[in-house]
């Protein structure tokens, strides 16, 4: 048993030997994903993360939504340290672990309940994209001919849409029409659905809404490529249904592309959900998100670096994060990248 | 190829029809409008605004004359007014008569402007950034990947993907404050913010004075918007020369002898250049829709502050004129990918 495994550290992943012991392909991957160090760092901050945003009102000292109004702008004794041309004109007040915004609300606690904004979107923009653009693109794989003409058209005009303005356009359409509707109706629910999720809501559908073409159309190219294999035809011989076909024998072999390429966009929902806050349209205040508090803060980078830099550095360090798990999730996945990517 | 690229023409036009529908549709469907305020107006006031820019009128009616102010070229002998209705974009004199065309409207919210009057003011502004920021990611990227290609898993490799990964995981809103403040505040080395180029442009968007003056203020905007599309250039040019010089024909080239430089210069720089190529097309969406947030972090007088604006103020013109812009830009790039490749790749044929 130790021989075997010895053996397969040594080979690796390319010429296995007929002696040894059968792997899933999970497991395979699993090996291989745990071997990249730059993964294992991402996905441990990720982690680490994840625990922050579940427990931060546990690690959270002060509020992260009380305004202390004599408190604004203040600093701890060693952020003058890394910013020295602070130092002048800056209160120090070490009750802060980083400081102040302009109206006396801890950022530390902010930064730290920012990061469930920006997780809840890393998690939820790709559930959204990937479960329309699977449905649509495999649809129109499966059946081809016309039924994919027309599909694949309708994918190709949106894509010319630039997303970002389309989602701007939706959110204002969103946020506006809400506020005049009668309690009762769906449209009612879902502003009351938005509002008690600070304003998350509405962009998850417009990151869904604009997200999904992309893997509409790589869906499509996998089944295209998938749907000629023999063992489909098999199926069909068999007399299996097309939704059977569809989930139980492309689905599993399609999977893994499909994550990879998630995965990967997750830094740009990331990113799109921090423009949205920086431009006023994101969550609503005073629910904290890394990209308002970096527009908020830009007010005054001249004078406090430290409340644009701070949650800068936090959304930065999470995009790596990501990049560097979906880049390792890439090379296990799909080990015939490996060395080329 | 002239087919093709005729179908393509044809086929650009449905989108750019479809996108100008949807957005129309959705602009008016935003509840409130152009003159509602917080402190409302007299409801007399309203109505005679609506009936002026005759917002009055059926949906329908309204689109139709839009595109019609838009699309068809006006021929007349009456020269050009200064009346904000009577702007288009195009004026050509030939003898006595008057080509005039592109009637993007006025805008509701500043009084004294047209949209016409934000294409030719603001948009160069936006114009001159990204295409310096697509020429600073050109310009590190490729060299960047080829290096990292032909010293794969060297120092060299690691630096250059190191340096690409940094760019992907670092956005212009992280990347812009940092810069302001390190180059702008802390070192004092550019101003941190504001634009060195002023109307009127050269051939209508090029700054008349190239030099310290532009910049001093262009650099810092346009690496930090520029540094990311590097980054996957960076990362597309060495997947793509890996598996290049792989191929049969660069042993070939080796095997007869050829000088490593001309192997790399001609034989496999070119042809790894085709996946390269596929992603300028959204490469320069990225870009475009990225102006935007640069121009707010830097305060630089583009156009992207009116897009914001332009929406929330319910501005229908700006908002149909600015979209409509971004559009055809994105269009118009796709093409002039697809003809590249074919340029690039003989094999490939539009029939």
């Known amino acids: 048993m130790t021989q075997v495994k010895i053996e397969s550290a040594i080979l690796g992943s390319g010429g296995m030997p007929l002696t040894q012991k059968r792997e899933s392909l999970f497991q395979d991957s699993l090996r291989r994903l745990v071997r990249n160090r730059a993964a294992v760092i991402g996905g441990t901050v990720i982690i680490v993360l994840i625990l922050m945003a579940i427990f931060a009102p546990l690690i959270a000292v002060k509020s992260y939504e009380v305004q202390v109004l004599v408190d604004q702008n203040v600093v701890p004794a060693w952020i003058i340290k890394v910013f020295p041309t602070m130092a002048p004109y800056a209160r120090i007040s070490n009750d802060y672990p980083v400081g102040a915004d302009y109206v006396g609300r801890d950022l530390f606690s902010r930064i730290l309940y920012g990061a469930r904004v920006s997780l809840a979107v890393a998690f939820i923009g790709p559930l959204i994209s990937l479960i329309i653009g699977v449905i649509y693109g495999s649809i129109s794989g499966y059946f081809g001919g016309r039924v994919d003409n027309i599909m694949m058209r309708i994918v190709d005009i949106l894509y010319a849409f630039p997303s970002l303005l389309f989602i701007i356009l939706l959110l204002a359409f969103f946020r506006s029409t809400i506020s005049d509707i009668q309690p009762g109706t769906l449209a009612y629910a879902f502003s009351k659905l938005d509002e008690a999720m600070g304003g998350l809501f509405f962009i998850f559908v417009g990151i869904g809404l604009t997200a999904w073409e992309t893997m509409a159309r790589l869906t499509r190219g996998l089944v295209l490529s998938v749907r000629e294999k023999e063992f489909i035809e098999a199926a069909h011989t068999i007399g299996a249904s097309n939704l059977r076909i569809m989930f139980r024998h492309i689905m599993p072999n399609i999977l893994g592309p499909l994550v990879v390429a998630e995965t990967l966009a997750i830094p740009g929902y990331i990113s799109t959900e921090a423009f949205l806050s920086f431009i006023g349209l994101g969550v609503n205040p005073p629910t904290p998100s890394w990209g308002a508090m970096i527009s908020d803060g830009a007010q005054t980078i001249r004078s406090y670096p430290n409340q644009t830099l701070l949650p800068a550095l936090a959304l930065a360090i999470t995009m790596f994060a990501f990049n560097f798990l979906g880049d390792g999730l890439r090379d296990a996945l799909d080990p015939r990248l490996r060395g080329t990517q | 190829m002239g087919r093709y690229i005729v179908r393509r023409l044809f086929y650009m036009m449905v989108v750019i029809l479809v996108v100008s529908i949807i957005t129309f549709g959705l602009m008016h469907a935003i509840p409130g409008g152009p003159f509602s305020r917080e402190k409302a107006l007299p409801e007399e006031t309203i109505k005679i605004l609506n009936e002026r820019y005759h917002l009055d009128e059926p949906l329908w009616k309204q689109y139709v004359s839009y595109a019609y102010a838009v699309l068809i070229p006006h ?277």
């Open chain 2, 75 to 351: 021929i007349t002998t009456i020269p050009p007014s200064t009346s904000l209705q009577d702007d288009f974009l195009v004026n050509a004199q030939i003898g006595s008569v008057w080509f005039r065309w592109m009637n993007f409207g006025p805008s509701f919210k500043s009084r004294s402007r047209t949209v016409n009057d934000i294409f030719r003011d603001n948009l160069p502004i936006s114009a001159q950034l990204g295409t310096m920021a697509l020429i600073i990611a050109i310009a590190i990227g490729l060299p960047l990947g080829v290096l990292a290609a032909l010293k794969q898993n060297t120092l060299w490799d690691y630096f250059g993907m190191g340096i690409s990964i940094l760019g992907v995981s670092v956005p212009v809103i992280v990347l812009g404050p940092i810069f302001v403040w390190v180059f702008g505040v802390a070192l004092k080395w550019f101003p941190p913010t504001g634009w060195g180029a002023k109307p009127p442009y050269l051939f209508g968007f090029l700054p008349s004075k190239l030099g310290w003056d532009f910049f001093k203020y262009a650099i810092m905007p346009s690496v930090a918007l520029g540094l990311g599309s590097s980054a996957v250039i960076a990362r597309l040019t060495r997947a793509s020369l890996l598996q290049t010089i792989r191929e049969d024909y660069i042993r070939t080239a080796r095997a007869k002898g050829l000088q490593e430089r001309v192997i790399i210069m001609r034989h496999a720089l070119k042809n790894s250049m085709i996946p390269v190529v596929t992603i300028l097309g959204p490469l320069f969406a990225a870009l475009v829709t990225g102006t935007f947030v640069t121009e707010l972090m830097f305060g630089i007088p583009g156009m992207g502050k009116y897009f914001v604006t332009s929406i929330t103020n319910r501005d229908y013109p700006v908002i149909m004129g600015t979209i409509l812009l971004y559009a055809v830009f994105l269009v118009v790039a796709n093409l002039i990918v697809d003809i590249t490749y074919a340029f690039l790749d003989p094999r490939i044929r539009y029939d």
